[in-house]
């Protein structure tokens, strides 16, 4: 008997409800079935209403501008969680008149009490009530205070940002925490296995020396006490101001984002007062090339049953050009093209196993640990890089096969590789899109750096356009320039800055040769 009720319910019965006795037996029979196409309605259902877009699939970021100056931007995107947060015109680029490391300072300080919240635990547990996270990060020209949150608290998480970053509490009880935690991060840094952060550093003070990108994007040591509330003061009062600030959205409606800014972030005066801004730096990176050495011993950062063995390591970097130049997109390409990573990397697709640092360099010379390109790009400049690692005593052969490395960039450019290195760059761009704090970022630092953001489709349209010609143009620009070099680890075997300058000049990026008496 259950079993016959549960065949009128959802069986036979349903349908027959459904579509009305006479479709029913029709079309049961089997015989009217093969002749009617899939693409025809169904007799006795209503005809569907499909929801409809307008132009680009309505993708664009909208952005508004404030009368005080603040730029909000906001990117539909459906779901029950948004990202929203405050981007600032502000980092340790433009720290030359201050203390070096308030950016990183000011990282950490970040989310502490205000004026509304009297402890960090307070703000945490108001964020917990709409299932929030927050984070603060401080790079070279931007500092960024974001938070992801259900799109129902949305008036509350801007609340929460403008109180953050305009009415901070900064006490002396924060302050002395955030010296230990800048002071922790210093020591962990120097004792990490991977240098990489390191190097990154050394190489941007090489390339740009004392200048803008060039100056430490870490707090050093001997600065942390010398922070306190007005030092910070001042600095945040010439760079905390609402014309060089972003509040972007990703997951909410733009208008009701607007309405929230108009509410928490017009006409509020900041803690430090409104003065206007009277020392705020403008000034454009001036490469400069150059190297910088630090004599280290790496014989035992990693200790244990298996230890890593003791490495020099090498950052060969020329400037490129800034994210605001039509050879950017170029440079992206080449930078996939010679890819790379380390010797020990689980192999696969999507690896990178056919760019150029894999093919002619690790694959050939078994004895390098690394050799991985970067490209680190801003508003005024760029750089590209090859970091290598390998035992001290080949050094030597380790700089003449990156500086060949160089060299070749400019020869011939296979149309498979550089097929191979667009593709990559495409699904690189598309997949990391996919998630909404990476398209919140995107579209926060394009409106800070451009009041207006390039859509996916408009970037991969741009990446399918580049020729081989194109990246031997960049290239043959690029090797014009003085080469910056940074070195950790026993340098006894590193070439000197004029020979990698000469390597970098001759025709096969080979150094001068070297004859020695005695060995």
């Given amino acids: 008997m259950a079993a016959n ?15 009305g006795l006479a479709a029913y037996r029709k079309y049961s029979s089997g015989g009217g079935c093969p002749s009617v196409p899939l693409t025809s309605p169904l007799p006795g259902v209503p005809k569907p209403v499909f929801a409809t877009v307008d132009g680009q699939e309505k993708f664009e970021t909208k952005v508004t501008t404030l009368e005080n100056g603040l730029r909000i931007a906001s990117q539909n995107k459906f779901g029950q969680f948004c990202t929203v947060g405050i981007l600032i015109n502000s980092g340790s680029r433009h720290e030359a008149r201050y203390l070096s490391g308030i950016s990183h300072f000011l990282e950490k300080l970040a989310f502490s009490s205000t004026a509304q919240f009297g402890s960090k635990d307070e703000i945490l547990l108001t964020l917990e009530k709409h299932g ?26 801007v609340n929460l940002l403008a109180d953050v970053v305009l009415q901070p509490r900064l006490s002396d009880e924060e302050i002395e925490m955030t010296r230990m935690a800048v002071r922790f991060e210093l020591e962990d840094l120097n004792m990490r296995p991977d240098p990489e952060p390191l190097l990154t550093e050394m190489i941007h003070a090489a390339a740009y020396r004392e200048n803008t990108v060039g100056l430490n994007r870490f707090c050093p ?7 306190d509330r007005k030092v910070l003061h001042s600095y945040l009062q010439n760079y905390y101001t609402p014309d060089r600030m972003v509040l972007a959205g990703v997951g909410i ?19 430090w007062g409104s003065n206007n801004p009277k020392q705020v730096d403008r000034s454009v990176a001036q490469y400069t090339g150059g190297i910088i050495k630090v004599e280290k011993d790496m014989s035992n950062v990693s200790l244990g049953p298996t230890p890593i063995p003791e490495l020099t390591h090498i950052m060969i970097g020329l400037e490129s050009c800034s994210f605001l130049e ?11 093209m010679m890819g790379g990573g380390g010797s020990f990397s689980a192999g696969g697709p999507g690896k990178g196993m056919f760019t150029r640092l894999y093919l002619n360099v690790l694959n050939r010379h078994h004895w390098m640990y690394n050799a991985t390109s970067y490209h680190h790009s801003y508003e005024d400049t760029g750089l590209l890089c090859i970091h290598a690692s390998a035992d001290p005593r080949q050094v030597r052969d380790m700089v003449e096969i990156i500086t060949r490395e160089f060299i070749l960039m400019a020869g011939a450019v296979g149309e498979v590789e550089l097929e191979r290195a667009k593709t990559q760059l495409k699904s690189m761009l598309m997949m990391n899109l996919e998630s909404r704090p990476v398209i919140f970022e995107d579209v926060g630092r394009q409106v800070l750096a451009t009041n207006t953001r390039k859509l996916p489709h408009e970037l991969c349209s741009l990446i399918g356009n580049v020729t081989s010609s194109d990246i031997k143009r960049v290239v043959s620009t690029m090797l014009r320039n003085k080469p910056a070099v940074a070195a950790l680890g026993d340098l006894t075997e590193l070439p000197t800055y004029e020979h990698i300058q000469a390597a970098l000049s001759s025709k096969d990026g080979r150094l001068p040769r070297m004859y020695r008496l005695f060995r």
């Fill in 5 to 19: 009720m549960a065949l009128f319910r959802g069986g036979a019965w349903g349908r027959v409800r459904r579509f």
């Fill in 132 to 157: 929030g996270i927050c984070d603060c990060q401080a790079s070279r020209d931007t500092t960024m205070y974001a938070v992801s949150a259900d799109t129902k608290g949305l008036d509350t998480v």
């Fill in 221 to 227: 040591m001997d600065n942390t006490e010398k922070m």
């Fill in 326 to 336: 039509e050879d950017f997109i170029p440079f992206a390409v080449l930078n996939m």
């Fill in 253 to 271: 409606e733009h208008e009701q984002l607007v309405e929230c800014a108009r509410k928490y972030l017009l006409d509020v005066e900041p803690v």
